[in-house]
Structures are given as structure tokens and as C-alpha cells.
């Protein structure tokens, strides 16, 4: 019955690692003991100041239809966050929240985009960044980076991929999947590019800003000459373990917001009215107050490149953020391992899945056909265990 179907949903790809956890899901129901590392949410609880203000919310009786772009005290909260922690000037018609980051980053491109506008990516990206930009009926322009370069795309990258059709770029920092993080030197060499191109936008997403091991955070609209051409994407999900609580917000130059507010009031209205109310709680606390998981990341991270470095043929560098290692496993392509035949990354994720019985994610869906995703947002027997299963079952 797909004839019956829109091209739209019919061209449309499966999130790859929303499907690699579903397929994880049903070997678990089969009863196979699989180890989980292909999704990014955090194996922490939220943080009971958090539960303790949606409580409080339910017992207030908030329950009704919420503001298209978000309570006016959230709104304050995120504004007071920005100043804070990236020293931005938002004022409440430049915020707009929603039901999540992913949320937000389809308003931006269904208000932006018009047929063929092209979207600069560099990569790796978010596996979803292609498929929004391509249901505005915008053009992902691909840059890919190298693990030498830490994954990160070069001024000259970015130079040589504009073109006439060229609307925006979209990239986060720290990055998903690849864990890199932007440095202040590297953001203004691409913002001195853009300088010559003023009729494009810059997407940054923002969201595991605080799961930085770098020790510090610099965000593209902190240029002057930036600010008015950078929408800042972020929300609770990551940094404060709260990937079921959906909610997500930007800071924009006010006529995006709008356009984003008027979106929005046609697609879902206005995001959860509980969930809400506790996310002005998580923003009202210094990032202080979710150090230990940071920590405890950062000790993961540690512990899983120790132990990738002791697997003949995973290349890897040192992500400065996220909780993402993305090895290069180019070497295995071509080889045959206990009778599967090991063609692209594809095939050496379900081939992990099905031996090692540790989920993983393909990098092919990512924007590169040479690595895998490893999350490491799990515990550090989980991580042992898991590793110790992909070096048995590649041996």
C-alpha cells in the first residue's frame, strides 16, 4: 500500500538509531542478553529537584493548554541561562520552546526553506539534520571531515562548499555523533567566511553543551557580527537526563521566532505544561548542580578508548564532549568474519549486534560510511562487558 503513501513519508529515512534500539529491543524479547550502546540518552535519573517542581505543578493544577511558545517563567529561565552560561542577549520574543530540540530544529527548517535551498552539514551530523532539511525540500550538502581533524570542517571546507542555492549550515558543538567540540578560533574562522555571504543562517545545536570535557563552551552568536544570523538550539534532554520530559527551545533573531511560534501553533501548540514547569527549576540551577554525571561521563570516556585501543583495526581520536566515541572501522570492510562478509559499517553494526550482541549505530547514517557510533552513556560494567564481547566475537 506505499503507492497510497506520500512521496514525502516514502523517501523519507527510519531514524537509524531510533531503529537499531528497536531492533535491540526485539532480540531482548527473544531473550538474547543485548548490551545497549546505540542510543544517546543519559542511564542517570533526572535530578530530584527537577521531579520535585513537576510534583509541585501537578499538585498546583497546572493542566491546561500552554502558551504556543512557551510559559512566560520558562521563557525568563531560558533567557537567564543564555546570559549566564553563553553570554547572549535574548529578549522573550527571540525564545521559543518546544516539544523537544528535534522539535524545534523542524520548525527552523520549515520556516527557512524553500525548494532547493541547500544546507551545509558538516560531517558527521545528527543522524535527523538530512531528512528534516529534505522535508522542507531543502538539499543536505555533505562536507565530510576526517577523525585527523577531529571531525570538525575547516573555513576552507565551508568556502568551497557555498554555492549561489546555499540558506544555512547546521552543526552542533559538542557534536553528535563524533563528540568534537568548536573552539572559539575555530567558529570565527568559519564566521569570517560567512561574512562574505550575509543571506546565510547558522544552525547551532547546542544541546550537550554542558557535557564538555574542555572546560569551556563558545556559542556562534556570541559574534556581533553573528548574532543576527544565528538561531541557538538547546533543551534539558541531555545534561539533565531528561529525554522523555521533550522539551527543547530556541534563542533567534525575533522574525525567526515568530515564524517558528506561528509553525508550531499549527502543528502541536504548545509543549507540556508539567514538563515545563520543572525545566524552570533544571535551568534555574547552575550547571554545578549536574557535575557528577559530567564527571562520571568524562571517566567513561576514559575507560571505552582504553579499551577500543586494545581491538586490532578501531582508529579512534579523543572527543572533547558528548558521550560518543565514533571509531573508523574502514579496516574490516572487505573481510569475513565467522561466515558474514563485512561490506561497509552496516554491516559491521548488525554484525556486532548479532555476534557480540552489543548494539551499536552505523556511521553511514551519520554522514560517514567508515565509522560506527559507540555510546557510552552506560554503566562502566555494561562498558566492560560490552567491549569484551566486540573484541571476542572480531577475534
Known sequence: MNDQLSDRINNLATSATLAMAAKARELRAEGKDIIGLSLGEPDFNTPD???????????????????????????EAIIKKFKRDNNLNYTLPQVVVSTGAKQSLANIASVMLNAGDE??????????YSDIVKLSDGVPVEVT??????????????????????????YSSPCNPSGSVYSKEELRALADVLKKY?????????????????????????????????????????AFAMTGWRIGYIGAPDWIARACNKMQGQITSGANCIAQRA???????EPSSIKY???????????????????????????????????????????TIKGKTINNATDFSLFLLEEALVATVTGEAFGNKDCIRISYAASQDEIKEAIKRIKTALS
Not at 525545566?279 to 540551577?285: D, F, P, R, T
Open 49 to 75: 529537584f527537577i521531579k520535585d517542581a513537576a510534583i509541585e505543578a501537578i499538585n498546583q493544577n497546572y493542566n491546561s493548554y500552554t502558551p504556543v511558545d512557551g510559559y512566560v517563567e520558562l521563557k
Open 119 to 128: 544546507v551545509i552539514l558538516p560531517c558527521p551530523y545528527w543522524v535527523s
Open 145 to 170: 571531515t576526517s577523525i585527523e581533524n577531529d571531525f570538525k570542517m575547516t573555513a576552507a571546507q565551508l568556502e568551497a562548499a557555498i554555492t549561489p542555492k546555499t540558506k544555512m549550515i547546521w
Open 198 to 238: 550575509p543571506n546565510i543562517y547558522v544552525v547551532s545545536d547546542e544541546i550537550y553543551e554542558h557535557i564538555n570535557f574542555k572546560g569551556g563552551h563558545f556559542s556562534m552568536a556570541e559574534f556581533e557580527d553573528m548574532y543576527d544570523r544565528t538561531i541557538t538550539v538547546n533543551g534539558v534532554s541531555k
Open 279 to 285: 525545566v524552570i527549576k533544571a535551568l534555574e540551577a
Open 293 to 335: 554525571m559530567v564527571d562520571e561521563f568524562k571517566e567513561r570516556r576514559k575507560l571505552i578508548l582504553n579499551l577500543l585501543s586494545e581491538i586490532d583495526g578501531f582508529k579512534t581520536n579523543e572527543p572533547e564532549g558528548a558521550f560518543y566515541v565514533f571509531p573508523n572501522v574502514a579496516s574490516y570492510f572487505g573481510k
